[in-house]
């Protein structure tokens, strides 16, 4: 029997051999080198054909992760997206930690400052449950985020939310509504109102007390949400609803960074 040809364009594995050398941090050296989490990254839209960014903006993933690592968050994150760059957003949607691709629905815009919410329809499942998470814990847990855009008060605009039928399983993190904020954190909580651009942490720091930043707030812990999270949303039972028109350029889920809070804010 002859041999069967194949068209080089068809052919995954030379598609995926090409793509990987072209990728130029096999050749170059960003300051503190390529970061391994980074490669994987990038490894991974290869294998699944979304476009890499440019070099330019690589070396700015790359140092990014190389100082968020410095600063201690990574290891305390089981999600983490970043939105912001030149990308396009099949590649923002990937995980950066589990290397694997959130999905987007409805009316987000998409730019180099990151992903702005519609406020009525747009929103991200980064495919989180909080129950199953590794290192958001009940009474140690985090919502962190970047923001370019605060959006408009009133109308329980969520950043993040996952409600699986009980207040005491709260996520929900609402910056200004109206008069107050929700800060829930594995638990409801109302308190004062605040709107600012830049990097934000909301953490369970013990079964006692949340905090804004570094500022400590009494809230007892309940239970752990057993809904998926959703980003610009809130996941009612896995259904979006009280949608954000915020700008956000980075979120992470994952252990409390109120520890780490003033060393990373300075990444953003």
């Not at 970043?82 to 099949?90: D, I, L, Y």
């Not at 005491?168 to 109206?178: C, R, S």
């Not at 008069?179 to 829930?184: E, F, I, K, Q, R």
Request: aromatic share 12%; net charge neutral; charged share 15%.
């Amino acid at each position: 029997m002859g041999e069967i040809s194949i068209d080089p364009k068809f052919n995954i594995h030379e598609t995926y051999k090409k793509v990987r050398i072209l990728n130029p941090y096999r050749n170059a050296s960003p300051i503190g080198g390529v970061d391994p989490d980074y490669q994987a990254v990038l490894d991974y839209a290869s294998g699944n054909f979304i476009a890499l960014p440019d070099a330019a903006q690589q070396d700015i993933d790359n140092q990014f992760i190389i100082n968020y690592k410095a600063s201690g968050a990574w290891d305390l994150d089981d999600v983490v997206l970043r939105f912001k760059g030149t990308a396009t957003p099949a590649f923002k949607l990937i995980c950066w930690k589990r290397r694997i691709e959130a999905q987007a629905f409805g009316g987000l815009t998409w730019s180099d400052s990151g992903v702005l919410g519609n406020g009525t329809t747009g929103y991200i499942d980064p495919l989180f449950i909080p129950a199953n998470g590794v290192k958001y814990t009940l009474n140690d847990a985090s919502v962190a985020f970047s923001t370019f855009n605060i959006g408009t008060s009133g109308g329980n605009k969520t950043i993040a939310g996952s409600w699986s039928g009980a207040n005491n399983g709260y996520i929900l993190i609402i910056p200004n509504n109206g008069g107050s904020s929700h800060l829930s954190i594995n638990q409801f909580k109302t308190t004062t109102a605040y709107a600012k651009l830049g990097y934000t942490s909301v953490n369970r720091i013990s079964s006692s007390l949340i905090s804004l930043d570094t500022t400590d707030i009494t809230n007892s812990s309940g239970q752990l949400s057993t809904a998926k999270v959703y980003i610009l949303a809130r996941s009612l039972n896995n259904t979006a609803d009280l949608f954000s028109d915020a700008g956000l350029g980075f979120i992470s889920f994952g252990a409390s960074k109120r520890y780490v809070h003033d060393t990373v804010k300075i990444l953003f």
